[in-house]
């Protein structure tokens, strides 16, 4: 069986760990830190195999070199000559083998034009969202345009309702403050928010998180729905999806 850990780096990134019961090479997402992956692995007796990286940044990135060094892992990430230490570089479409799971590449541009998210479909479907799709919020703007990770994050929308969304960064509570003022007439949100209160008051992950939860709460997969562009019209343009998205994401920049 396949089972996830989060293995928790600097102040809010999550090191999304993957084991199979029956191997004791583990694969780990986005390693920002070297220490925290070396102490894990070190107690649990566990070998590195493989690593996925979403993107350039260094919180993401960071140790790298240093996990190389120590367990010459299979390193796939986005083609971004920019990355150290890359073996495989992968783009939209395709396949990867990893954990005994077959995981598609999305090309998810926005955040940064490099952003890559892996998907794997079966029970549950996994994707592992970098910094474009978090709970209840999405990644800032960094590199790409608003049509960029608007389009990215309708790809990710489509895909099942039960997927686990296993994103970056634990962000929920702050997202969900800003969600309440996004979209004042959704009591799914007001009760996520207590319960992801519960979670963070015993030091639990608010994450992962399904997709059929995150259209329910997250504003930024919701910009056809009246209430949030009802209250994003006091910000700018709503117009449409497009420029109901391009407003919210603004106004969160200054929230
Ligand atoms: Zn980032
Ligand atoms: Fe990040």
Redesign the pocket.
């Known amino acids: 069986m396949l089972s996830v850990t989060p293995i928790p780096a600097f102040s809010d990134?999550y090191i999304w760990l993957l084991r199979q019961d029956t191997s004791q090479a583990v694969c780990v997402v986005?390693p920002?830190d070297a220490t925290p992956v070396i102490e894990w692995l070190e107690r649990e007796g566990l070998e590195l195999g493989t690593v996925l990286i979403t993107h350039h940044?260094h919180?993401?990135t960071g140790g790298l070199a240093e996990l190389i060094k120590r367990y010459s892992p299979r390193v796939i990430g986005p083609d971004n000559p920019e990355i150290d230490g890359i073996d495989e570089r992968v783009g939209d479409g395709d396949e990867v083998r990893v954990m005994g799971r077959l995981f598609e590449v999305l090309a998810l541009p926005g955040h940064t034009l490099d952003h890559i998210g892996f998907f794997t479909p079966g029970i549950p479907p996994l994707l592992f969202s970098?910094?474009v799709l978090f709970s209840a919020g999405c990644?800032r703007l960094f590199e790409g345009t608003p049509a960029q990770m608007h389009e990215s994050l309708s790809r990710l929308e489509s895909l099942p309702e039960d997927t686990l969304v296993f994103a970056?960064?634990e962000y929920t509570l702050a997202n969900l403050a800003f969600a309440r003022a996004a979209d004042p007439d959704n009591a799914d949100i007001e009760a996520a928010e207590a319960e992801c209160q519960r979670a963070r008051e015993l030091d639990r992950p608010t994450l992962p998180t399904t997709l059929g939860r995150e259209r329910r709460i997250n504003p930024f997969l919701r910009c056809a729905s009246a209430g949030v562009r009802q209250a994003a019209s006091a910000h700018g343009d709503t117009d449409n999806d497009l420029s109901t998205f391009t407003t919210l994401r603004a106004w969160k920049d200054g929230f």
């Open positions: 990134n986005d920002g940044h919180d993401h970098g910094d990644g970056a960064h």
